[in-house]
T-cell receptor
Framework: GQNIDQPTEMTATEGAIVQINCTYQ??????LFWYQQHAGEAPTFLSY????GLEEKGRFSSFLSRSKGYSYLLLKELQMKDSASYLC??????????FGPGTRLSVLP | EAQVTQNPRYLITVTGKKLTVTCSQN?????MSWYRQDPGLGLRQIYY???????DKGDVPEGYKVSRKEKRNFPLILESPSPNQTSLYFC?????????????FGPGTRLLVL
């Protein structure tokens, strides 16, 4: 079966660091994606991991452990505009993508 | 500007009245896909297409049809909509499918079926 888990909601303070976890069990694995989605808007691409390890891109970093079926998205120096939902998605075998339920992050002043 | 467009953006209809949501991309992408997004369930894939005349079912295809007659267009058809198809729908495209290719999403279509 296919299953991707993320925490439903998280809250953090402006300027802080937050880590959003994602665990997955899918029938295949062709890479893991993180997307950001502001309320009422389309998801936008943040990061992609296919090999184990950390990928850093400015204030955002993403980590992958394929053996553990685990990834996290790390957001540093949080800003109010980072309040959004963060979606974890796995590229499955075949040509489809499987998304997790998303984590709604609230950044407080 | 590279983009995915969807129309209409908002639609209210009644049970059983056939409707089509259009999707078009101008990036010459081979892969296109339709998702629905419901609270607590995240994005669920309805159908995807690897190229012209090549479509396949995603996780929740029941009640939907698609076609891919041209590379740029991938319409979603609801032959007989029902209230449980009330949802937010996104079209997406990428160079390829599955691994390694970033998907670009359209702005979404909010559908209410009464």
């Amino acid at each position: 079966g296919q299953n991707i888990d993320q925490p439903t909601e998280m809250t953090a303070t402006e300027g802080a660091i937050v880590q959003i976890n994602c665990t997955y069990q899918t029938s295949g694995f062709n890479g893991l994606f993180w997307y950001q989605q502001h309320a009422g808007e389309a998801p936008t691409f943040l990061s992609y991991n296919v090999l184990d390890g950390l990928e850093e891109k400015g204030r955002f970093s993403s980590f992958l452990s394929r053996s553990k079926g685990y990834s996290y998205l790390l957001l540093k120096e949080l800003q109010m505009k980072d309040s959004a939902s963060y979606l974890c998605a796995v590229g499955d075998y075949g040509q489809n993508f499987v998304f997790g339920p998303g984590t709604r992050l609230s950044v407080l002043p | 500007e590279a983009q995915v467009t969807q129309n209409p953006r908002y639609l209210i209809t009644v049970t059983g009245k056939k409707l089509t949501v259009t999707c078009s991309q101008n990036m010459n992408h081979e892969y296109m896909s339709w998702y629905r997004q419901d609270p607590g369930l995240g994005l669920r894939q309805i159908y995807y297409s690897m190229n012209v005349e090549a479509t396949d079912k995603g996780d929740v295809p029941e009640g939907y049809k698609v076609s891919r007659k041209e590379k740029r267009n991938f319409p979603l058809i609801l032959e007989s909509p029902s209230p449980n198809q009330t949802s937010l729908y996104f079209c997406a495209s990428s160079l390829g499918g599955g691994g390694g290719e970033t998907q670009y999403f359209g702005p979404g279509t909010r559908l209410l079926v009464l």
